[in-house]
C-alpha cells in the first residue's frame, strides 16, 4: 500500500468547492479519513457511482463524521469538471483545474481508469484502494470498517475546523442499522485516463 503523509501532500494547497470558494486543505483534511475520488463527468461509471457516493457523504457529514472527499478531476475542461460538481456531486471539495497536483495524485496513486476512490488514514496512510466497490458493496457501513482500521473516533473533536453546520451523532448504532447497496463492479473498470 502507498503511504505519503496527507499533511505534507496537501500542504500550502488550496481545494475548491463546487460555489468556487477556495479553502486551506491542510485545515479541512486534518483529523479526517479522506477519500479521493479520481472521476469524470464523460465516464458512465463514474456517473453511476458519483450518486452513491454523494448520498453517503450527506449522511456521514450529518453525523458530524471525520470523512471527507477530495474530486480530482479527470475532465478535459474545466467547465466540464464544475458541471459535473454541480450536477452530481455533494458538497466536498477538489483539487482545482489544471493544478500540477492532479498529475501527482494520478502518478501517485497509478491511476489509470476512473472512477477510484482512494482511502486515506488522516496520517496519508492508504487504508484502501478498493473504496468505490466498498461503498457500491456496503454503502455507509464501510464507514465503520474504515474507522476502525484508522483507529479513530466516530465524530469530529470540537477542535477541528468544520466547513458547514453538522448535526452531532453517533455513527456506531445508526450505521448498524442500516442496509447496503450491492454491486459487482470493482474499482477502476470504467473509463481509462489519459
Not at 458512465?44 to 453525523?63: G, H, K, N
Amino acid at each position: 500500500m502507498i503511504h505519503v503523509h496527507l499533511m505534507d501532500l496537501f500542504k500550502g494547497k488550496q481545494l475548491v468547492t463546487r460555489d468556487k470558494k477556495l479553502l486551506e486543505a491542510s485545515e479541512i483534511l486534518q483529523e479526517r479519513i479522506v477519500g479521493l475520488y479520481f472521476s469524470a463527468h464523460w465516464c458512465p461509471p463514474c456517473r453511476q457511482f458519483t450518486p452513491l457516493l454523494a448520498d453517503m457523504y450527506v449522511e456521514l457529514e450529518q453525523r458530524n463524521a471525520p470523512f471527507e472527499v477530495v474530486f480530482i478531476s479527470c475532465d478535459k475542461t474545466e467547465e466540464e469538471m464544475l458541471t459535473y460538481m454541480l450536477e452530481m456531486h455533494g458538497d466536498w471539495l477538489a483539487v482545482p483545474f489544471g493544478d500540477a497536483m492532479i498529475e501527482e495524485l494520478k502518478t501517485t496513486f497509478k491511476i489509470t481508469a476512473v472512477p477510484k476512490l482512494i482511502i486515506l488514514k488522516p496520517n496519508g496512510e492508504t487504508l484502501s484502494e478498493m473504496g468505490r466497490k466498498e461503498v457500491q458493496d456496503r454503502g455507509v457501513l464501510c464507514f465503520r470498517n474504515w474507522l476502525n482500521a484508522a483507529g479513530i473516533t466516530d465524530t469530529l473533536p470540537k477542535s477541528v475546523k468544520r466547513r458547514t453546520k453538522m448535526k452531532e451523532g453517533d455513527i456506531a448504532a445508526q450505521t448498524e442499522t442500516e442496509g447496503s447497496r450491492n454491486s459487482d463492479r470493482g474499482e477502476g473498470d470504467g473509463s481509462s485516463v489519459d
